[in-house]
Each structure stands twice: as structure tokens, then as C-alpha cells.
């Protein structure tokens, strides 16, 4: 709840602050052209991970784009808390730092396809644009197993434990066949266990387009997302899910083009407005 309150506290905020600077300073002569389509990356923080988009779209009307997007994430259960076995961490420069009870890293993609609405232009010079965004599409959400260095057996030689230790999933700690977990197995192991959880999903966000070039996308992006997979993923051992939701902010730059013109022509415009 923390999470979602700070980000509809910030979402309150910049509308304010765009809805005023979209108010305020010299009237802009710069237009976009009649027909255009946008190319644009972003990298975004969510609560529960951080990812990546990029988004084409395309101008149906004045106020109106057709976006279709792809995304991906690295999600993160909010249970994650990383910590060292120092036992075993005196002994070997090895050990590293684990997630205990980690039992699949997750990396989930977005597939989908929505539209923009302009709700506020940038009729004057320094001002902000307000968008609305909605997209739905499908969502594959990947796990690969989290393997842990955990010890099957301890042999004693001249008073010296030598401690055995094997590739291990976290049910075999939790029900006991092995003891102490030293640390976590190389990504590699495992990755052939790996399975694609297949869902959609649906996007809601406001887009504050702060650039000075008409031609020019230089974007915060607030939102929410919630994706529905057809079979549970599981990133925490006993903690499956059908049903995922976040809200994230997301920084986003591109640029508008006329599909009309040939590319050497566009090029050139480019270096003209550099």
C-alpha cells in the first residue's frame, strides 16, 4: 500500500505541475506534421522490479495514436531479502550473496497494442503535453529455476570438517534432506528447467511529454499494470500466482517522423534541427 499511495501522490503532483506549465509562456509555432509515426525507448522502475519498452506508433487523428509496444521486466517478489551464510563466507572468496527461499527468477515480456489520447497540447514554447495511455496484450512470463550450494554431508579429518556440497532447489532445504546453505549456484544451473508461463495483460498510464521539439519525444510515463497468467508463476518457494499487478514510472525518449518522405530526406531534417 505504501507503494501505491507514493505513486499516486507523484502522479497527483506532476498533473498539477504539467497542467500549469501547459498554461503558461509564449505561444509555440512549432507543429507536428500531419502524418506521423513514432519510434521510442524507455526504461522504467517498478514496484515489483524494473524493465524496459520501446513503443511504435502511429497518428490516426489530431489527438489519437495507435500504439503497439513490447516491454520487458525483471519482476521481484517483495518477500526477496538478500543475505550471506558468514560461516562459510570465512572459508571461500566464493560465497556471494543468496535470496533464501528464491525458488525461480522471473522475466516477463509484454506483447500489446493500445492507443494515446492527447488530453492537453503544447500550445505554448517550454510547455507539457498530457496523455492518456491503454494497452492490452499478451504477457510470457519465463522461470528459470534458483539453484543453492547447500551441504549433503560433513566428513571430520584431524579435528577439520570437510563439508560435501551439491546443486540443490529450496524444497530440499525446507523438507530437511540437506542442511546449510552456502551459497547461490551459477545462473547456468538449472536454465534447461526453464518454462514460459504465457497471460495478458492490461496498461494504464499518464504520459507528461516535457520536449521542446515538437518532432521530439522526451516523456515521464505513470501507470499501473496488471497481468493474469493461465498457469501460476512463482518467484518465493510455496508462493504461486495467477495474478500480478505494479504501478511504475517510466522515462521515455524518440522521435516523430513523416512515413511520407524518404529516409536521406529525413536525415537531413535531423541534422538541420540539431
Known amino acids: 500500500m505504501t507503494f501505491a499511495r507514493n505513486f499516486i501522490v507523484l502522479l497527483f503532483f506532476v498533473v498539477c505541475i504539467s497542467y500549469w506549465a501547459n498554461a503558461q509562456g509564449e505561444f509555440s509555432e512549432d507543429r507536428e506534421s500531419l502524418h506521423y509515426n513514432v519510434n521510442q525507448f524507455g526504461a522504467k522502475v517498478n514496484t515489483n522490479g524494473f524493465g524496459f519498452?520501446?513503443?511504435?506508433?502511429q497518428r490516426v487523428t489530431y489527438r489519437l495514436r495507435r500504439n503497439y509496444e513490447v516491454?520487458?521486466?525483471?519482476?521481484?517478489?517483495?518477500k526477496e531479502v538478500k543475505m550471506i551464510n558468514t560461516y562459510f563466507?570465512?572459508?571461500s572468496n566464493n560465497v556471494k550473496r543468496f535470496i533464501f527461499g528464491k525458488d525461480n527468477s522471473v522475466h516477463n515480456i509484454r506483447v500489446g497494442y493500445g492507443y494515446n489520447w492527447?488530453?492537453?497540447?503544447?500550445?505554448d514554447k517550454n510547455s507539457v503535453s498530457i496523455h492518456l495511455q491503454a494497452n492490452a496484450?499478451?504477457?510470457f512470463a519465463i522461470e528459470k529455476p534458483v539453484y543453492y550450494?547447500?551441504?549433503?554431508?560433513?566428513?571430520?579429518?584431524n579435528n577439520t570438517a570437510n563439508y560435501h556440497?551439491?546443486?540443490?532447489?529450496?524444497?530440499?532445504?525446507?523438507?530437511?534432506?540437506?542442511s546449510d546453505i552456502i551459497t547461490k549456484s551459477p545462473f547456468s544451473t538449472g536454465i534447461k528447467e526453464t518454462k514460459i508461463r504465457p497471460g495478458n495483460y492490461i496498461k494504464l498510464d499518464f504520459s507528461f511529454d516535457?520536449?521542446?521539439?515538437?518532432?521530439?519525444?522526451?516523456?515521464i510515463e505513470v501507470g499501473g499494470i496488471v497481468d493474469f497468467y493461465y498457469f501460476p508463476v512463482t518467484i518465493m518457494y510455496n508462493h504461486p500466482h495467477n495474478f500480478m499487478w505494479s504501478m511504475y514510472i517510466a522515462y521515455q525518449f524518440g522521435r516523430k517522423y513523416n512515413p511520407t518522405l524518404n529516409r536521406e530526406y529525413r536525415r537531413e531534417q535531423r541534422k538541420l534541427t540539431k
Do not use: C, Q, W
Not at 118 to 123: G, H, N
Not at 210 to 219: D, G, K, L, P, Y
Open 165 to 178: 556440497y551439491s546443486p540443490h532447489r529450496f524444497e530440499d532445504y525446507y523438507t530437511g534432506k540437506v
Open 149 to 157: 550450494e547447500m551441504v549433503d554431508s560433513v566428513t571430520v579429518f
Open 71 to 78: 516491454e520487458y521486466d525483471y519482476v521481484r517478489s517483495p
Open 53 to 57: 519498452i520501446y513503443t511504435f506508433a
Open 89 to 91: 563466507a570465512s572459508y
Open 210 to 219: 516535457f520536449a521542446r521539439n515538437a518532432m521530439v519525444v522526451s516523456a
Open 118 to 123: 492527447m488530453l492537453f497540447e503544447k500550445r
Open 137 to 139: 496484450g499478451f504477457s
